[in-house]
């Protein structure tokens, strides 16, 4: 499966995504290949940094969005933007694995 190559729907928008235990701001960049986040909320805010995403939508308005940080962990992302619901599964770099379940809102 390939990764999309179109500039992303949500390139150039904002949003909140709400987990239980974390908070965090989502800002994609216009050029659809770069994001900013910031964990604002739970054991890990504080947290930052920007990094490059792929994307692939998989429904109408339900995308998988895929990064890595600098520390090495690994973030995937199921976001539905008609519903407002966001899936987040990540790694840490001690291997920890989060299932996370939320709120996805455009600010």
Same mark, same amino acid.
């Given at each position: 499966?390939?990764?999309?190559? #179109?500039? %992303?729907?949500? %390139?150039g928008k904002?949003?909140?995504? #709400?987990? #239980?235990?974390l908070? %965090?701001?989502? +800002?994609?960049a216009s050029d659809g290949k770069r994001m900013r986040y910031e964990i604002t909320e739970g054991a890990l805010a504080g947290a930052h940094g920007e990094v490059e995403y792929t994307w692939k939508e998989v429904a109408?308005?339900?995308? +998988?969005?895929?990064?890595q940080e600098a520390d090495a962990s690994t973030v995937v992302h199921v976001d539905d933007f008609a519903k407002g619901v966001s899936l987040s599964y990540f790694t840490t770099p001690k291997n920890e694995l989060f299932r996370l379940?939320?709120?996805l809102t455009e600010r």
């Open positions: 499966m390939s990764m999309d190559t #179109r500039i %992303a729907p949500f %390139a904002t949003f909140e995504v #709400r987990y #239980r235990g908070t %965090a701001i989502n +800002a994609y109408s308005q339900v995308f +998988a969005i895929v990064w379940e939320g709120s």
